[in-house]
């Protein structure tokens, strides 16, 4: 049996950034993982769809838009199979990178599928290891439907990439984060894309205002959109792409035999990121808490923390993840929607800027979006601020600071913002 004082399950953004910083503080860590580290995210999610993003757009912005730009060029293609080698390259880059930040810091990392014990053991390749504590970072899947069985003509996102070839027509059944930011890439290369959802409108956890700028840009992209729908039917397309969210991996690993407090297959934590079981922590997608990198990265933070000094008091706050979505145009936000702001606060304003007006914005010839501003009245305090439009998933680091900081819109007003620049956006003068 080998010993350490960390043990952690999983080598995706939680559980590579936890035993990084857990090393570094001076613990033993074991890190487990079955497939490549960095996750879904590195592997099959969001590093690799927005390199084909990039790659789309740039195409996208030639092939239609080259002329206004006085940029002549006849007969403009894309090579898919290119892009996909691109990526693959880029990829190994940034696995490589991991391999590199574990070893430093002397993480022992066991290649092999692990299998959880007890809240002190886990089982993997015939050996035992056995640690203080136990952090579960074995992410998620995507869901499936009986009504669309995956195999043929018939993917999830972690197969869709795999394709030999980019299709001629795409059915997306989901009207999510996920199917749109594909409806998006695809359409920018010229597949013919259909989406289709029984919810009544797209992105429907999201801001009225925010959804109804994305719906015109996919109209624009020759997207067609069906809601409300009984159910999703083919149309004959050469490929369906099922993208109704994703699944924590709570089944999985030797999971259940914890027997953790869950909630719809999400474990329950405290805003230590510990479970019901105490010594036992959950990070990232595990919990069904916003399914981003950098909420597994907070997560990861927040429990090494805990771990290394036990006095600690600093919890997780939700309030303070980005939330971003790499459409064309991109939609990102911070803290409170302004429905949210006027749940709590009496007196709610709203300072808002068009992208139109911005002087970077008319340069690069992207035009579409705004930022809305939204805080309290009485106090001034910014409470949350929501972006759509070019960079919006770049632009929303300083509406973090701004919201986390709890500036206020008279703080803000005296920051000096660089002319010309996208973040003039933020601006009110």
């Not at 206004?68 to 199979?81: K, L, M, P, T, Y």
């Amino acid at each position: 049996m080998k010993s350490f004082d960390v043990l952690i399950v999983g080598g995706g953004p939680g559980g590579y950034r936890a035993a990084q910083l857990l090393a570094q503080g001076g613990k033993t860590v074991a890190l487990f993982e079955k497939k490549k580290l960095g996750g879904s995210c590195l592997q099959v999610g969001c590093v690799p769809t927005k390199l084909l993003q990039s790659a789309a757009v740039r195409y996208a912005t030639l092939a239609k838009e080259g002329k206004a730009w006085g940029i002549e060029a006849d007969n403009v293609r894309f090579n898919f199979q290119t892009m996909v080698d691109r990526t693959q390259k880029t990829l190994m880059v940034l696995e490589r990178g991991i391999q590199n930040m574990l070893s430093t810091a002397k993480v022992e990392v066991v290649t092999g599928e692990a299998v959880v014990k007890s809240p002190t053991t886990v089982e993997c390749n015939g050996e035992t290891y056995e640690g203080a504590s136990l952090i579960l970072a074995v992410g998620s899947r995507p869901r499936q439907l009986s009504a669309f069985p995956v195999g043929g003509k018939v993917v999830t996102s972690d197969e869709l990439l795999s394709q030999p070839k980019l299709p001629r027509s795409l059915l997306i059944v989901g009207a999510g984060v996920i199917g749109l930011e594909f409806a998006c890439l695809y359409a920018q290369l010229g597949v013919k894309v259909r989406v289709g959802d029984v919810m009544p409108k797209i992105l429907s956890t999201m801001d009225e205002e925010v959804a109804q700028a994305l719906m015109n840009s996919l109209r624009k992209l020759g997207v067609e959109i069906e809601l409300g729908l009984t159910a999703v039917a083919p149309k004959d397309e050469e490929l369906i792409l099922v993208a109704v969210g994703r699944q924590p991996n709570s089944d999985l690993a030797g999971i259940p035999s914890l027997h953790l407090k869950t909630d719809n297959g999400k474990i329950v934590t405290d805003g230590f990121m510990e479970t019901s079981v105490k010594g036992v922590y959950a990070l990232g997608d595990l919990t069904g808490k916003y399914p981003y990198a950098h909420t597994a990265y907070e997560h990861a933070r927040i429990a090494a923390q805990k771990i290394l000094r036990p006095s600690s008091l600093e919890t997780m706050d939700d309030t303070k993840v980005p939330h971003v979505v790499f459409t064309s145009p991109e939609i990102a936000s911070v803290g409170l929607s302004e429905a949210e702001a006027r749940e709590i606060f009496m007196n709610v304003k709203v300072l808002k800027n068009n992208f139109a007006a911005n002087s970077k914005a008319r340069i690069l010839g992207e035009i579409v979006g705004w930022n809305k501003t939204v805080y309290d009245g009485d106090q001034g305090t910014i409470l949350g601020i929501q972006l759509v439009g070019p960079e919006a998933t770049d632009l929303i680091g300083e509406a973090c600071v701004l919201v986390t900081q709890k500036v206020t819109v008279d703080q803000l007003d005296k920051i000096l913002h660089p002319h010309p620049t996208l973040n003039e956006i933020f601006s009110f003068h």
